[in-house]
């Protein structure tokens, strides 16, 4: 009941093209629900989150879009860029701390 | 500087040893935690700390041995290194808030075991 499920676990997207990466979790306690994008030989960054109380976030070129009832949220990357090309990873927790990673998806962007 | 530190970036040890990986924070956040990532399995949680003196056990935290007597340091030593403990090991810390900017990940230490 802790696991998050991330698929796909590799990505390969033309340059201008979405990306898109899928999360699915069973606990329905969790109210935090963070992606996170890795460069090798990096930590992982925070890149946008979302609350359970709406159903999409967009920053820019990332939008998460949040189905509760479905206990699915997905990461979209519009006009995806090379310069994208990295290990994503969702996570959940209740409140903001004690995350549980997905398995992450490594995202390769083709110029 | 400001931020989250680990050290060593790299560090070769052999089977059976003790090996002490080190993590500092200038933020003096309530939370921190120590992962280890490995291919397929992702970002798994060893031990976290809500403050100092105060630990818990995560998903994986067998042969794995945390203190925390200052708030800015959170130390995790192998009692007796194996060659499944082979893994980068990250460390993160949060101030846990419900307006928190969530974690901040150091750079992470490459063990390799041997």
């Known amino acids: 009941q802790q696991q998050v499920k991330q698929s796909p676990q590799s990505l390969i997207v033309q340059k201008g093209g979405i990306s898109i990466i899928n999360c699915a979790y069973e606990?329905?306690?969790?109210?935090?629900f963070p992606w996170y994008q890795q460069f090798p030989g990096k930590g992982p960054a925070l890149l946008i989150a979302?609350?359970?109380?709406?159903s999409e976030k967009k920053e820019g070129r990332f939008t998460i879009s949040f189905n509760k009832s479905a206990k699915q949220f997905s990461l979209h990357i519009m006009d995806s860029q090379p310069g994208d090309s990295a290990t994503y990873f969702c996570a959940a927790s209740i409140r903001t701390y004690k995350y549980i990673f997905g398995t992450g998806t490594r995202l390769k962007v083709l110029a | 500087d400001a931020g989250i530190t680990q050290s060593p970036r790299y560090k070769i040890t052999e089977t059976g040893r003790q090996v002490t990986l080190m993590c500092h924070q200038t933020w003096s956040h309530s939370y921190m935690f120590w992962y280890r990532q490995d291919l397929g399995h992702g970002l798994r949680l060893i031990y976290y700390?809500?403050?100092?003196?105060?630990?818990d056990k995560g998903e994986v935290p067998d042969g794995y041995v945390v203190s925390r007597s200052k708030t800015e340091n959170f130390p995790l030593t192998l009692e007796s290194a194996t060659r499944s403990q082979t893994s980068v090991y990250f460390c993160?810390?949060?101030?846990?808030?419900?307006?928190?900017?969530?974690?901040?990940f150091g750079s992470g230490t490459r063990l390799t075991v041997v």
């Open positions: 979302i609350r359970p109380d709406v």
């Open positions: 993160a810390s949060s101030d846990g808030g419900i307006g928190s900017y969530g974690y901040t």
């Open positions: 700390s809500a403050a100092a003196d105060i630990t």
């Open positions: 606990n329905t306690a969790f109210d935090y």
